[in-house]
């Protein structure tokens, strides 16, 4: 059974770093992007990062770029996020995908199979 288990949120200043961290378990050789998604209640989630399962390339929502960075290992996917903002905070989620949808639209959230319960991130001013 898939399972995606998200830890590290907390609450920040605005300026201040987290690093969210999900442990997979179980993913299957066919996965194929690893991605974090975020949402705020009363707005639709919205992709803010992901990576091929392989690695390789990365990519970010135009907001984030430049101050969050998302990695893995093997089995472990991170989203280093430094010099937050307020509009930052939201409950984010790691997912993964089993098809190639995720490589047309990677921000787009029905290409993804598998999601964790999230992890809130809260950033005051």
């Known amino acids: 059974q898939v399972q995606l288990a998200e830890s590290g949120g907390g609450s920040v200043e605005a300026g201040g770093s987290l690093r969210l961290s999900c442990v997979a378990s179980a993913l299957p050789t066919s996965t194929t992007c690893m991605a974090w998604f975020r949402q705020v209640p009363g707005k639709e989630r919205e992709g803010v990062a992901a990576?091929?399962?392989?690695?390789?390339s990365t990519y970010y929502q135009t907001a984030v770029k430049g101050r969050f960075t998302i990695s893995q290992d093997a089995n472990t996917l991170y989203l280093q996020m430094n010099s937050l903002k307020p509009e930052d905070t939201a409950t984010y989620y790691c997912?993964?995908?089993?098809?190639?949808?995720?490589?047309?639209?990677?921000?787009?959230?029905?290409?993804?199979?598998?999601w964790g319960q999230g992890t809130q991130v809260t950033v005051s001013s």
């Open positions: 997912a993964a995908a089993m098809s190639s949808r995720c490589l047309v639209s990677w921000s787009a959230g029905p290409g993804y199979n598998y």
């Open positions: 990576t091929y399962a392989r690695g390789g």
